[in-house]
């Protein structure tokens, strides 16, 4: 099975400010994919960036990138120039290259990210 | 297009009474998701479909849950004799091909269920 931790339960920053977000993870997969989802107060979960495990570029979407570390099962997601409607829940997420059975996202608890104006 | 939508969006019942929850996937999308949002036990995921076939059903957390998927759409979520612990959000999500490639699952707004 796996697990997924972030150890961050809640963050603040100010506007325009870069802010990175930890998450780390336990498998015994070598294939997989790793998520990052913003949930904002909506409830409406959207993903934010998408990063193959046999990819060692990292991903980056716009103002939103992540350092994985695979030999570390680390894959941390740095917010650049911070914006207001960056603020919202952040899920760290795993899914195995092939589930067969139970093949959903496997989440983190969330850290709840605050940006001040 | 249209998103996933789920309905109702808010529900509150009585311990003992049975509830459905409905999940419209993104039309096309073959593979359909179920997870439980709750304050104490995170995100977990439930079950997921492809097509109309549950392959695993070992993620539902009791034999009170069930869940079937008609046409290859629409899914619904239903919970028997609800008890206080099943109150949470319920989510479900649809993405493009079989599990396991990776793709991006789209969620919906969610179910809030209560259960008094």
């Known amino acids: 099975a796996q697990t997924v931790t972030q150890s961050q339960p809640e963050m603040s920053v100010q506007e325009a400010e870069t802010v990175t977000l930890s998450c780390t993870y336990d498998t015994s997969e070598n294939n997989y994919y790793l998520f990052w989802y913003k949930q904002p107060p909506s409830r409406q979960m959207i993903l934010v960036i998408r990063q193959e495990a046999y990819k060692q570029q990292n991903a980056t979407e716009n103002r939103f990138s992540v350092n994985f570390q695979k030999a570390a099962k680390s894959f941390s997601l740095k917010i650049s120039d911070s914006q207001l409607g960056d603020t919202a829940m952040y899920f760290c997420?795993?899914?195995?290259?092939w589930g067969g059975g139970a093949d959903g996202l496997t989440f983190g608890k969330g850290t709840h990210l605050i940006i001040q104006p | 297009g249209a998103g996933v939508s789920q309905s109702p969006s808010n529900k509150v019942t009585e311990k003992g009474k049975d509830v459905e929850l409905r999940c419209d996937p993104i039309s096309g999308h073959t593979a359909l998701y179920w997870y439980r949002q709750s304050l104490g036990q995170g995100l977990e995921f439930l079950i997921y479909f492809q097509g109309n076939s549950a392959p695993d059903k070992s993620g539902l957390p009791s034999d009170r849950f069930s869940a079937e998927r008609t046409g290859g759409s629409v899914s619904t979520l239903t919970i028997q004799r609800t008890q206080q612990e099943d109150s949470a959000v319920y989510l479900c999500?649809?993405?493009?091909?079989?599990?396991?490639?990776?793709?991006?699952?789209?969620f919906g707004p969610g179910t809030r269920l209560t259960v008094l």
């Open positions: 997420a795993f899914m195995k290259h």
């Open positions: 999500a649809s993405s493009t091909r079989t599990s396991g490639a990776g793709n991006e699952q789209f």
